[in-house]
């Protein structure tokens, strides 16, 4: 099997089935004297058994393209939204499930102004941002209970750009 | 009464009874095969009365320095969390609660790399960044009832910046 991902630019269309791409919709709201737009309720938070949703911040090495994607995780007690600080895209690896493994995955490139949502239990790569210093401020749950499961490919995928 | 508030460096300590700040703290927890931090749990989210915790994004007019505040708001049924997306300082404004009504504001500016988390029902302003297009992830209640008090000023505080 060809074990080469090409990197995508991320739309919301493409990502539904994952998740949500945080980015301002059509028909916002128009609050504050109409001085500002708000684009409402645009992340679908999902927390089980006994969690509370918190806010942290992830501060991340940078990774360079292409890279070699070994490891996949994915949360079965709640979605996990990031959101980036520092106006830069970053790449977003996702991958369907299949017999509880992932399948191929793709791999999105941020367009500096896109956060991402992903569903409970949907299979991500770790964050991997494309700049120095940059942070992110994650929304997930937090709570008790074992909330990461981790799937190690047998062997890597080359993940690389021709955009 | 002198009318004119000076802008001051945000920090954490000169925040705490309004809310929290939103930025890397000591001693993260480090995760992905120590390549990221995670500052964990740092904003104190309050939703009453029925609401959820949603993710909204906010693109706002920039406001420009000195400038005259008229109008505080406050939120009675939750917490609201602004995330700056584009590393870009902003204005943050609260004022203590004198007999229901905003007492003399403090204005702040972050240094690009903070948000801000208000307590459920503190005084503070719209939002006023000080650059064009920048987008604020927000994270605040969203569901029935009113939610917002507002108050306006019988003369104008002139806001602005020996920085």
């Not at 490919?153 to 690389?160: G, I, K, S, T, Y």
């Given at each position: 099997?060809?074990?080469?991902i090409?990197?995508?630019?991320?739309t919301?269309?493409?990502?539904?089935?994952?998740?949500?791409?945080?980015?301002?919709?059509?028909?916002p709201?128009?609050?504050?004297?109409?001085?500002?737009?708000?684009?409402?309720?645009?992340?679908?938070?999902?927390?089980?058994?006994?969690?509370?949703?918190?806010?942290?911040?992830?501060?991340?090495?940078?990774?360079?393209l292409?890279?070699?994607?070994?490891?996949?995780?994915?949360?079965?007690?709640?979605?996990?939204?990031?959101?980036?600080?520092?106006?830069?895209?970053?790449?977003?690896?996702?991958?369907?499930?299949?017999?509880?493994?992932?399948?191929?995955?793709?791999?999105?490139?941020?367009?500096?102004?896109?956060?991402?949502?992903?569903?409970?239990?949907?299979?991500?790569?770790?964050?991997?941002?494309?700049?120095?210093?940059?942070?992110?401020?994650?929304?997930?749950?937090?709570?008790?209970?074992?909330?990461?499961?981790?799937?190690i490919?047998?062997?890597?995928?080359?993940?690389?750009?021709?955009?």
């Open positions: 099997m060809n074990r080469e090409v990197v995508e630019k991320l919301a269309e493409k990502f539904k089935k994952f998740g949500d791409v945080v980015e301002p919709k059509d028909n709201l128009l609050i504050n004297q109409n001085k500002c737009e708000r684009h409402n309720d645009i992340a679908f938070l999902q927390v089980s058994d006994c969690g509370h949703v918190g806010v942290s911040i992830f501060s991340s090495e940078k990774y360079t292409p890279f070699q994607l070994l490891l996949m995780e994915r949360h079965p007690l709640g979605s996990q939204c990031f959101i980036p600080m520092s106006g830069e895209p970053f790449l977003v690896i996702v991958s369907a499930d299949k017999d509880g493994c992932p399948d191929r995955p793709f791999a999105f490139i941020t367009n500096g102004k896109q956060g991402v949502n992903y569903k409970q239990n949907i299979w991500h790569s770790v964050l991997t941002p494309l700049s120095e210093n940059t942070l992110f401020t994650v929304i997930d749950r937090i709570g008790p209970g074992k909330n990461v499961e981790e799937y490919f047998d062997q890597p995928w080359l993940v690389r750009s021709l955009l």
